[in-house]
Structure formats: C-alpha cells, structure tokens
Nanobody
Framework: QLVESGGRLVQAGDSLRLSCAASGRTFSNFPMGWFRQAPGKEREFVASISTHSYTTDYADSVKGRFTISRDNAENTLYLQMNNLEPEDTAVYYC??????????????WGQGTQVTVSS
C-alpha cells in the first residue's frame, strides 16, 4: 500500500514536500516514481529513483526545481518541489515497480494527493 501526503494549496514560487509512505511490502526493493495528472490531461511522469538512490530521472518541466528522494529505512518516498508554478497544479501519485517514464510499467499506485498552485 502506498499513501501520499503533503499536497495543499500554495502560491506560485512556494515550496512543498510530498511524502509517500509504503506498507505491506518491502518497497525498498522497488524503484519508485512520482506522476501527476491535471484535469483533462493524461497522467504524466514527474520523477523516478532507483532502489538505492543511485539513479534519478526527471521530466524536463520539473528538472532543477523538484528533487526525488527516498528513505528505505522508513519505507518513504519524497518529492521536494521548489519554485512551484501554476502549471504544476495536479493530483500527484507515487508508484512503485520501475524507473521508466511510462506509467504502464508500474505495479503499485497510491491514491494521490492534490497540489494546487495559485498565481
């Protein structure tokens, strides 16, 4: 089970950190990722991280502003989001199972947390 938290309404330029708590499985064995879905749009890749954090990948739209990290001892995945823009408004999902950008390769998904950025 994956449970996201930390989403809320913020202003443009603000920072926010999302968390994804994993339980029921040893998610430290899985690469993990963050995706987001805005109203009327398809779910899109945000960032991913390998099992021991050696490899990370970011969508061009968030590179330099977002940082993905994980604490395997705590079975928790994070997404630090800085300099938020209204275009970042979406429901953010964490997922486990792969490191690629295609969401179809991920086996486990959280329920999502809403991030709203006002201009």
């Amino acid at each position: 089970q994956l449970v996201e938290s930390g989403g809320r309404l913020v202003q443009a330029g603000d920072s926010l950190r999302l968390s994804c708590a994993a339980s029921g499985r040893t998610f430290s064995n899985f690469p993990m990722g963050w995706f987001r879905q805005a109203p009327g749009k398809e779910r899109e890749f945000v960032a991913s991280i390998s099992t021991h954090s050696y490899t990370t990948d970011y969508a061009d739209s968030v590179k330099g502003r977002f940082t993905i990290s994980r604490d395997n001892a705590e079975n928790t995945l994070y997404l630090q989001m800085n300099n938020l823009e209204p275009e970042d408004t979406a429901v953010y999902y964490c997922a486990a199972g792969h490191i690629v950008r295609d969401p179809r390769f991920y086996d486990y998904w959280g329920q999502g947390t809403q991030v709203t950025v006002s201009s």
